[in-house]
C-alpha cells in the first residue's frame, strides 16, 4: 500500500513563500512520475507541475515558471515544491500524486496514488 503525505502548507502573504513536503510510505518515488496538482473551491484539480523520467525532468504550467520548483530527496523519499513570489491566484489545496510509471502526464486520471492534500492560502 503506498501512501502519500504532504505537509507544508499554510497562510502566507502576497510575495511570500512556503515549501511543500511529499514523503512517500510503501514505494520509493524512484522514476516514477511525480507531480503536484491544486484544486479550489468547486473547480477539478489543476495540473501544476511535475517530475518524470530517469534524467528527473521537469514541466510546469507557464503561470507558476520561474516560482516554482520540485525537487526530490531520494534519502528521505521526499518530493519537495518550492513555492516562491505566491500569488493569490495560487491559492487551494495542494496535492502531491504518483504514477506507476515515468512517463509525463498533466491528466489527474493518470495519477495512481494521491496524498490528503494540504491548504495554501495566498492573501492580499
Known amino acids: 500500500q503506498v501512501q502519500l503525505v504532504e505537509s507544508g502548507g499554510g497562510l502566507v502573504q502576497v510575495g511570500g513563500s512556503l515549501r511543500l513536503s511529499c514523503t512517500a510510505a510503501g514505494r520509493t518515488f524512484g522514476d516514477y512520475t511525480t507531480g503536484w496538482f491544486r484544486q479550489g473551491p468547486g473547480q477539478v484539480p489543476e495540473f501544476v507541475v511535475a517530475m518524470y523520467g530517469s534524467e528527473g525532468s521537469i514541466y510546469a504550467i507557464d503561470s507558476v515558471k520561474g516560482r516554482f520548483t520540485i525537487s526530490k530527496d531520494n534519502a528521505k523519499n521526499t518530493v519537495y515544491l518550492q513555492m516562491n513570489n505566491l500569488k493569490p491566484e495560487d491559492t487551494g489545496v495542494y496535492y502531491c500524486?504518483?504514477?506507476?510509471?515515468?512517463?509525463?502526464?498533466?491528466?489527474?486520471?493518470?495519477?495512481?496514488?494521491w496524498g490528503q492534500g494540504t491548504q495554501v492560502t495566498v492573501s492580499s
Open positions: 500524486a504518483t504514477r506507476r510509471n515515468s512517463a509525463f502526464s498533466r491528466l489527474p486520471g493518470d495519477y495512481r496514488y
